[in-house]
């Protein structure tokens, strides 16, 4: 475990798994099934040989190719210290030449625990190196074009010392280069772009640099420069004070006046009936009032939001506000101290090969660019899956870790009834990751007091530094007994939370991680980019952004502010009794005064992985439905001692949040309200107007006119908006946008006409305090056959198969068996309840696609 000093920010894409090569990704099919290889290779090759004289064979051939492409490229000059360095496994090295093997240089490699290492010797770098030396520049990096740099080191003795993430160092007293990779096969590639940013920025400024970061390398190469005006100059130092925009009051304005009058209309009827007949019962209808409003708000803003996408501004769509980010920040300058910046990544039981390892090296090719730019970074693993996997895949974890010198905290297993010798050990909350981050920032901030202990005097050595941190960990360890995108992203972040203290989680707009082409993973891809569509809009309208809990920079002091204890007697920041810990995050940082800011100018740079399958995308809307009601409500049994709502709510909405903000975040709750009452509603819907139409109160609107109004709202006028706006901003061209928008109406249509059963029993289950659990969502495929999908299916969907049966049964009843007074044969009140029914039965079936390719 390596060392780590800050997490997240002071001053978690995901892509397709890359086919193991012999470069480091994986072990070979002729390495991991040796037996079934030698069985086809002749007697004496060397093919036939052990696992362990394969790697030695594989290392020492890199090795010499690694040291032939120097020699070939004409990039050495046969010194003793220089060649090629190659890690064939965990502490085995080798190396080209022979003559290297007592050299610095291999040993600091070694320390330095690379993958692959070469030294680069050409005459642009002794150029550059000798002009540095003749002007005696004090720099500790060599400036490149783009706003980069790489570190400058005295010799190769102080290599070990240096920010391993740059992959790269200038070597004054040698006057060379050395480059190091986790793929031998790109680690040319990577010298050859330092060199040739070297020569352009010689050449003069290139773009992505100020005059002002140009001249610091020309000073250092020796080329004339320019001078920057005092205007220039004063435009450099001011950070201008973003504004608020008023969109989105008015939005929201606009949205409580079409609420407050489709009220106005209900209370009307009411006043006319009872001026027509005197019954003042009818008052009692207006208690429901509260639970109209409640559930309406979201359909109201969407009608309002619509019109505004057609018809109202875009242009803040490409502008920064105190909200939204819709272009980069004026970049801070070079000679200022970047924040430090840990990227927390938590984990559980995903693949080595397909998950983690493409996500490592997705976050280091970010993490190398921002060192570049003078910052530094680390990777914190939370590794909630090592402790339950067979030993030899958590070995394989420990090894990748150690190779990539990453931190990490594995947590022991889920264990509340230990048997004699074990330790009791729980892991709290329904949904494990916050716990499993509280656990890995315990540890870390344990280790980090116990460093401000130890004593240090004034030749203290980073050896000295390693062994006492060694040493720290150690003694947590015994104590405890056993145990995120775009490259250039990170310095972007850091100028924002720099440049406004007040913001206290910077969340990045998404693209879609695509890991399947089944059509269901298409059709939440679309869904997942509308989403993050009207977010944007509204966000750079004025509201407050949403912390979605992945590609998010969070201030390191403000979740400081907002820990908290509870019965484990250690500083928790992350909520661990609630399902929806990063919503729970949110409103108690906004509590504290600290805004979350939204920043789409990565476009889709940033990427998240969508469900792959039904199961996962309904455990998602279930988890949201459980998140929203325990954030909201007590469960019943403490609503006569506690009361109907949460300290949190309470608080939530007593605080100095602005009240357009509130309105919008009680909108989207109450749409899982909505959803979750539809199918109770319709079904209640179907005797009232089957058997009392006609005698109801005028109050009462039925389903069917429901229905025709979100037909309206949201299949029609939000697919148009949608591919307005998108044709708007530039993003589609209208007529493919609107096709790709009613493309997948079907779907959408059963999906969320599906959902609402198990909507609601989620808002029960936690009403009634009945235990729901949900695992990780699955981020790789998972082949299954017709015949294996079948059981699955029929267990997991039970229930609503009986509630589909048992309806229409009922419909078929009622309309042909029972009395004639009793029957109910009317469209109005069949229809709706038709489409819950069918909708419900379709769901598991119709997007299921190891269903319907019927494999087998």
Request: charged letters at 20%; hydrophobic letters at 45%; a negative charge.
């Amino acid at each position: 475990m390596k060392a780590f000093k800050s997490l997240l920010t002071e001053k978690k894409d995901m892509g397709k798994s890359p086919t193991p090569t012999l470069s480091g990704l994986g072990t070979p099919v002729w390495l991991s099934s040796p037996g079934s290889w030698r069985a086809q290779q002749p007697d004496g090759d060397f093919r036939n040989e052990s696992k362990e004289t394969l790697i030695e064979i594989k290392g020492s051939v890199t090795a010499s190719w690694l040291h032939h492409h120097q020699c070939m490229r004409n990039v050495t000059e046969n010194n003793h210290y220089e060649g090629a360095v190659f890690k064939r496994d965990k502490e085995n090295y080798t190396f080209a030449p022979v003559e290297l093997e007592t050299s610095v240089f291999f040993q600091q490699a070694m320390m330095m625990n690379v993958k692959c290492a070469i030294t680069w010797n050409t005459l642009i770098v002794q150029f550059i190196l000798d002009k540095m030396i003749e002007r005696a520049v004090s720099y500790d990096f060599v400036p490149l074009g783009g706003g980069q740099r790489i570190q400058l080191i005295p010799s190769l003795d102080y290599l070990y010392e240096c920010k391993q993430n740059q992959f790269a160092a200038f070597v004054m007293d040698e006057k060379l280069l050395v480059v190091w990779d986790d793929d031998p096969h790109n680690i040319f590639k990577r010298a050859n772009d330092i060199e040739a940013k070297m020569i352009l920025h010689i050449w003069g400024p290139v773009n992505g640099w100020s005059k002002a970061q140009w001249s610091i390398g020309a000073k250092a190469f020796g080329v004339s420069e320019g001078t920057l005006s005092p205007a220039e100059i004063e435009d450099a130092m001011m950070v201008k004070k973003r504004k608020t925009l008023l969109m989105n009051p008015v939005i929201v304005g606009l949205t409580l006046a079409l609420l407050i009058s489709a009220l106005g209309l209900g209370f009307r009827n009411l006043a006319q009936e009872i001026a027509v007949d005197g019954n003042f019962q009818r008052l009692a209808l207006l208690a429901f009032a509260p639970a109209q409003v409640f559930v309406s708000l979201f359909f109201m803003q969407t009608v309002i939001v619509n019109v505004a996408q057609m018809l109202g501004p875009i242009s803040q769509l490409k502008r920064n506000t105190k909200f939204y980010s819709g272009k980069p920040p004026k970049r801070i300058e070079y000679d200022d101290d970047l924040p430090h910046v840990t990227i927390q990544m938590p984990v559980y039981k995903e693949g080595l090969i397909g998950v983690i390892m493409p996500t490592i090296y997705s976050l280091k090719a970010a993490m190398a660019t921002y060192e570049m730019q003078g910052g530094s970074s680390n990777i914190f693993v939370n590794d909630d899956g090592m402790q339950l996997l067979p030993e030899e895949e958590a070995q394989a974890r420990r090894n990748f870790y150690q190779e990539h010198n990453i931190g990490w905290v594995a947590r022991p297993r889920h264990n509340p009834n230990p048997e004699d010798g074990e330790k009791k050990f729980v892991r709290k909350g329904k949904f494990k990751k916050a716990s499993n981050m509280n656990y890995a920032l315990m540890i870390s901030n344990r280790v980090e007091e116990k460093l401000h202990l130890v004593g240090r005097h004034q030749s203290w050595a980073i050896e000295e530094e390693q062994e006492a941190y060694d040493t720290c960990l150690a003694e947590i360890m015994v104590e405890e007994q056993g145990l995120p995108g775009r490259k250039d992203c990170l310095l972007d972040a850091a100028t924002e939370m720099e440049q406004s203290p007040e913001v206290g989680i910077l969340q990045y707009s998404s693209g879609v991680m695509q890991v399947t082409d089944s059509f269901f993973e298409n059709g939440i891809m679309f869904f997942t980019n509308l989403i993050y569509t009207a977010i944007c809009f509204t966000v750079a309208n004025g509201d407050v952004s949403p912390f979605v809990g992945h590609n998010a920079i969070l201030r390191w002091s403000a979740l400081q502010q907002v820990v908290y204890k509870d019965e484990d007697r250690y500083e928790k920041f992350w909520s661990e009794s609630h399902v929806s810990e990063d919503f729970d995050m949110s409103l108690r940082l906004q509590v504290e005064g600290y805004i979350i800011r939204l920043a789409s100018y990565t476009g889709n740079g940033f990427k998240e992985g969508v469900s792959l399958t039904v199961y996962d995308e309904l455990s998602r809307w279930e988890k949201y439905a459980y998140g929203c009601n325990e954030l909201l409500f007590h469960p019943f049994r403490l609503w006569i001692t506690r009361g109907p709502f949460t300290p949190l709510f309470r608080k939530f909405i007593t605080s100095n949040i602005r009240f357009t903000s509130k309105i919008t975040i009680l909108a989207y709750i109450g749409t899982y309200y909505a959803i979750g009452a539809a199918w109770l509603l319709t079904v209640a819907n179907y005797f009232l107007i089957g058997w009392f139409n006609g005698h109801l109160d005028k109050y009462y609107l039925d389903s069917f006119k429901v229905f025709f109004s979100l037909i309206l709202v949201f299949t029609a006028l939000g697919n148009v908006s949608l591919a307005v706006l998108r044709y708007r901003i530039g993003e589609r061209d209208l007529l493919e946008g609107l096709f790709e928008n009613f493309k997948w109406l079907l779907l959408m249509t059963i999906f969320l006409g599906g959902i609402s059963l198990h909507v609601s029993q989620s808002l029960l289950c936690h009403f009634f305090e009945i235990d729901m659990t949900w695992g990780a969502t699955a981020k790789e495929v998972e082949t299954v056959v017709f015949f294996e999908e079948l059981p699955r299916l029929l267990k997991r969907f039970k229930y609503t198969f009986m509630f589909c049966f048992t309806s229409a049964i009922g419909m078929i009843v009622c309309a042909e068996f029972l009395p004639w007074q009793w029957q109910i044969r009317d469209f109005v009140p069949i229809f709706p309840l038709c489409t819950v029914v069918v909708s419900h039965f379709l769901l598991p079936i119709a997007l299921n696609p190891a269903l319907m390719t019927f494999t087998w």
